[in-house]
């Protein structure tokens, strides 16, 4: 009986030994694989991010030894009048163009759920601005919002409509690149979107139909709490997109000192407080408070999302 037992024992230890030494290499092969990515992340990610956070509390001209100055950096950016003011610019172009982006793609969405003719051709599109490179966008609705021989104020002119300077009228000039940021991201929400709506259970609309219900309430009542989940997703990522905008704000104002004021956002303060003034220490404190508060911003979006995002369907 005992002879049994020491066989049953040495067969279970061989077999936990064999599954250890076979999960070993799984593992080994997976590290591998993931290597590569890892390795990326770190190198232009992780260390810059720690770097920036470090060269935040000193001060430092990109050639000279870093000299700490703790809060100084922080305190000096609280006291800028431009940097308040890119500020404000950062926070209205997201608080107006997500819900803009996210409204307009969610009516087109509907609109491509429809059985139609051409679908493919539309959805194709709708989604063109997408793959199109920002620095490309702006140069091309720069074009389209020059007051002297823009193709939009010429248009206007034909029908004796008046000709906004879109971009050098300080009053709407945030709003002209809002615009052209709207029609740049709507594609790529209207692709998850119209995933969010194919993903509706018809039976729900026959339900609807049965009990008498119109159009217009079983948008309200059934396709807007269902697609809440993928709204949340839009709203999220769309809100930490435009919190970094750089690029196309970068191309409009282009070489104008006029379009600073009015078009300056938080990334583009630091690009130039790093890259122009030398000031790496401001430039890191400035990136690190635009971390801070698109951090607690997608929290407080979490913690709000239980109150209006369905996911029980």
Known sequence: ???????????????????????????????????PTLLGLATFYMFPA???????????????????VGLENVIT???DSSFIRAIMNTLIFTAVSVPLS??????????????????VFYRTLYFLPVVTMPVAVGMVWKWLYNTDY?????VL???????????????????????????????NNVILILAGLQGVSKTYYEAAQIDGA??????????????????FFVFITGMISSLQVFDLIFIMIGDST????????????????????SQMGIASAQAFLLFIAILAITIVQFVLQKKWVHYDG
């Open 258 to 277: 006029a379009l600073l004021e009015p078009l300056r956002t938080v990334v583009y303060a630091v690009y130039e407080y790093g890259f122009e003034y």
């Open 102 to 119: 996210a409204g307009f793609a969610t009516v087109i969405a509907i609109m491509l759920n429809q059985k139609i003719k051409g679908m």
């Open 157 to 187: 002119g034909v029908f004796n409509l008046p000709q906004p300077s879109w971009l050098f009228d300080p009053n709407i000039a945030l709003f002209s690149v809002i615009l052209v940021y709207v029609w740049m991201t709507v594609g």
């Open 77 to 79: 950016l609280f006291q």
């Open 150 to 154: 823009g193709l939009i104020n010429y």
């Open 50 to 68: 720690v770097a920036s956070f470090l060269l935040s509390f000193t001060r430092w001209d990109g050639m000279t030894a870093p000299t700490y």
């Open 214 to 231: 119109t159009k217009v309430r079983q948008f309200f009542s059934i396709t807007l709490p269902l697609i809440t989940p993928t709204l």
């Open 1 to 35: 009986m005992s002879t049994v037992t020491v066989s049953n024992k040495s067969k279970s230890n061989t077999i936990v030994k064999s599954k250890k030494k076979k999960f070993s290499r799984e593992a080994l092969w997976a590290y591998l694989f993931i290597a």
